[in-house]
């Protein structure tokens, strides 16, 4: 399945490549007048908003900065496509501005127990699908942890491109009841129609340690076909201690509009450090 989604992505790719227009990843969408947060490391400020413009100053991660306006100007790089943006930001007791590139930006930012958690897309990548013979751009995301100034953890994953992209969310969850895990993470990104995948990733802090379980995808075409994938803590109520549970639903139907549906369930034990398959 996934072997088939990379193929039908690196079409799409293609044919959006041809076309002169670059449109913006809805990831990177920020709103005037909020707060935001640097995510790459050494983000250039510029005079201009083009990359040939004057480098007034770097950003590191973390930084806050401020949405001054949104530029119409779009910069791609990679798989990457956003904005740029005006932003403010405080720094040696001055309030400064500048324009930066949106895609170094966080998609999403959270602060728990004196922690802070950046998710954002950190690059993309060449790679080969050997079944197809096809190349393809992957974009790798990541989750930092951070505590005061210094980065303790970063882990690194891929996610989508194009209209993957449309939207992304970030939220910390409990642990649910897993052994030494402080709580749990998770990052999203989605499309907006029908065909466009979504991922899940989860990812578990314990003892200033990030460690990223299986990526989850989903995807579907109205009521023609869905792929779904999910995890289950069933320690959350009351039942296998210190187990996680991938389940996937696959239904499709046929050329006489019957459903055939194929379903999986495997079962990861957690021993407090890591994790395997039971």
């Known amino acids: 399945m996934k072997s088939l989604l990379i193929l039908f992505s690196v079409l799409v790719m293609q044919i959006f490549s041809a076309q002169e227009e670059v449109y913006a990843n809805g990831v990177f969408s920020f709103e005037e007048n909020k707060t935001q947060k640097i995510f790459t490391d050494w983000t250039r400020v510029r005079q201009e908003p083009n990359v040939n413009s004057q480098i007034l100053d770097s950003l590191q991660t973390n930084q806050p900065i401020l949405i001054i306006k949104k530029d119409e100007k779009i910069l791609q790089l990679g798989e990457r496509s956003s904005n740029w943006y005006k932003v403010s930001y405080q720094k040696a007791a001055q309030t400064l501005e500048g324009y930066v590139w949106g895609a170094n930006l966080s998609i999403g930012y959270r602060n728990k127990d004196g922690y802070d958690f950046l998710f954002g897309i950190s690059k993309t990548i060449d790679k080969k699908d050997k079944e197809f013979n096809q190349n393809y751009k992957q974009n790798i995301a990541s989750i930092k942890a951070i505590q005061g100034n210094a980065l303790i953890d970063e882990v690194f994953f891929e996610t989508g491109s194009g209209e993957s992209l449309s939207y992304g969310t970030f939220t910390i969850e409990s642990n649910h009841k897993l052994k030494n895990v402080d709580f749990t993470l998770k990052a999203m990104v989605s499309g907006e129609a029908c065909g466009i995948a979504s991922y899940d990733q989860y990812v578990l802090f314990k003892n200033k340690k990030l460690i990223a379980l299986p990526q989850l995808m989903n ?24 187990a996680f549970i991938f389940k996937m639903e696959e239904m499709e139907k046929d050329e006489n509009d019957k459903e055939k549906t194929k379903r999986l369930s495997k079962t990861y034990l957690w021993d407090g450090n890591s994790y395997k398959l039971k």
Do not use: L, M, Q, R
Request: net charge negative; aromatic share 12%; glycine share 12%.
């Open 219 to 242: 995807v579907g075409d109205a009521d023609v076909y869905h792929h779904s994938e999910e995890f289950i803590f069933p320690n959350d109520k009351g039942g296998i201690p210190n």
